[in-house]
């Protein structure tokens, strides 16, 4: 009952508050929406946590279909936060964040103190092709509101998508600064398991497995297969064209149906962002990337596959 109040309580206050200058309004906003989240995250028992456009989505699909064939759960229900341990109690919850709000509730900007003691599978996708679908994202399917609550680009702004990658709100920069706090507090918050989208598109079966592992869930190879099979780009574009999960809003149902790039399962390529710009513009982003991430995820120009294969972080996540 109190996540419904929560619930009601974001929805309802800054529209009561409408009176109050546009800035003051938005931080309410974020307070209220941080207040959520800081509840679920007490009370949950896993966390996946990733910066927009980082494959979420997809592993939302994969779990939410190995714990439906696990405790047979409809097959139209993606998990939320409680939804499937509270029709079976031996379900774990899930708090699925972006990181946007907890900070705004908390103070911690500086640290992941807020998920300290919490087992946290962190998803993570090369910044450019993270920056790129954040783009996408921001033209074809984010609500006007959350634009202005996020501090993007306003809506009916036209923005070159070289601009936008580029700046402060959405593009590289912000994508860097995620991953590097994330890197920073890693061995702080504990049970931190790195999980490259690249690699989870390279071995889905591999790597959900060492994911439920994680978990403690010890999946059977029966299951695995299934959830892979229902969480495939083709079956979770078809599933989006039919709308098979209305029932959870617009987190999978696309923008405008004629528009390809509205659509939440988009081209789910590994790379695909070399495709936009041109040399002098890639070797633009490049300098940002090479001069500001850390290394350890394998996403710079001198580390190796090898190198994000096993680094320290997944070495500490798996002891």
Same mark, same amino acid.
């Given at each position: 009952?109190?996540?419904?109040?929560?619930?009601?309580?974001?929805?309802?206050? +800054?529209?009561?508050?409408?009176?109050?200058?546009?800035?003051?309004?938005?931080?309410?906003?974020? =307070? #209220?929406?941080?207040?959520?989240?800081?509840?679920?995250?007490?009370? *949950?028992?896993?966390?996946?946590?990733?910066?927009?456009?980082?494959?979420?989505?997809?592993?939302?699909?994969?779990?939410?279909?190995?714990?439906?064939?696990?405790?047979?759960?409809?097959?139209? *229900? &993606?998990?939320?936060?409680?939804?499937?341990?509270?029709?079976?109690?031996?379900? +774990?919850?899930?708090?699925?964040?972006?990181?946007?709000?907890?900070?705004?509730?908390?103070?911690? *900007?500086?640290?992941?103190?807020?998920?300290?003691?919490?087992?946290?599978?962190?998803?993570?996708?090369?910044?450019?092709?993270?920056?790129?679908?954040?783009?996408?994202? =921001?033209?074809?399917?984010?609500?006007?509101? %959350?634009?202005?609550?996020?501090?993007?680009? @306003?809506?009916?702004?036209?923005? $070159?998508?070289?601009?936008?990658?580029?700046?402060?709100?959405?593009?590289?920069?912000? #994508?860097?600064?995620?991953?590097?706090?994330?890197?920073?507090?890693?061995?702080?918050?504990?049970?931190?398991?790195?999980?490259?989208?690249?690699?989870?598109? $390279?071995?889905?079966?591999?790597?959900?497995?060492?994911?439920?592992?994680?978990?403690?869930?010890?999946?059977?190879?029966?299951?695995?297969?299934?959830?892979?099979?229902?969480?495939?780009?083709?079956?979770?574009?078809?599933?989006?064209?039919?709308?098979?999960? =209305?029932?959870?809003?617009?987190?999978?149902? @696309?923008?405008?149906?004629?528009?390809?790039?509205?659509?939440?399962?988009?081209?789910? %390529?590994?790379?695909?962002?070399?495709?936009?710009?041109?040399?002098?513009?890639?070797?633009?982003?490049?300098?940002?990337?090479?001069?500001?991430?850390? @290394?350890? &995820?394998?996403?710079?120009?001198?580390?190796?596959?090898?190198?994000?294969?096993? @680094?320290?972080?997944?070495?500490?996540? *798996?002891?």
């Amino acid at each position: 009952m109190s996540y419904l109040l929560d619930r009601a309580l974001r929805e309802l206050l +800054p529209r009561l508050c409408f009176f109050l200058p546009t800035k003051r309004r938005i931080a309410l906003d974020r =307070w #209220v929406r941080g207040r959520e989240e800081h509840r679920k995250l007490r009370n *949950t028992d896993f966390v996946i946590a990733s910066f927009g456009k980082s494959g979420r989505t997809w592993m939302r699909i994969l779990l939410s279909r190995f714990f439906q064939l696990r405790f047979g759960m409809p097959e139209q *229900t &993606l998990i939320g936060f409680d939804n499937f341990h509270r029709k079976d109690a031996a379900a +774990p919850r899930f708090f699925f964040t972006h990181d946007n709000y907890l900070k705004d509730y908390s103070g911690n *900007t500086d640290s992941k103190a807020d998920f300290y003691g919490k087992k946290v599978v962190l998803l993570v996708r090369n910044p450019y092709d993270t920056a790129v679908s954040q783009y996408f994202q =921001w033209k074809h399917r984010m609500r006007p509101v %959350k634009k202005l609550l996020n501090g993007y680009p @306003p809506h009916g702004d036209e923005v $070159a998508l070289f601009d936008f990658v580029m700046g402060a709100f959405g593009g590289l920069p912000t #994508v860097v600064d995620f991953l590097n706090l994330w890197l920073r507090e890693a061995e702080a918050v504990g049970e931190v398991l790195i999980v490259r989208y690249e690699d989870l598109r $390279a071995d889905t079966a591999g790597e959900l497995t060492r994911v439920l592992n994680f978990m403690e869930q010890a999946p059977n190879a029966e299951e695995v297969a299934e959830a892979v099979r229902f969480a495939s780009v083709e079956n979770m574009r078809n599933m989006e064209q039919k709308k098979v999960f =209305w029932l959870d809003g617009r987190r999978m149902t @696309p923008g405008d149906k004629n528009e390809p790039n509205s659509f939440k399962v988009r081209r789910a %390529k590994v790379g695909g962002y070399r495709d936009y710009f041109s040399e002098e513009q890639l070797a633009e982003m490049e300098a940002l990337v090479e001069s500001r991430l850390l @290394p350890g &995820l394998g996403y710079l120009k001198h580390e190796t596959a090898g190198d994000a294969e096993e @680094p320290a972080l997944r070495q500490r996540a *798996t002891a």
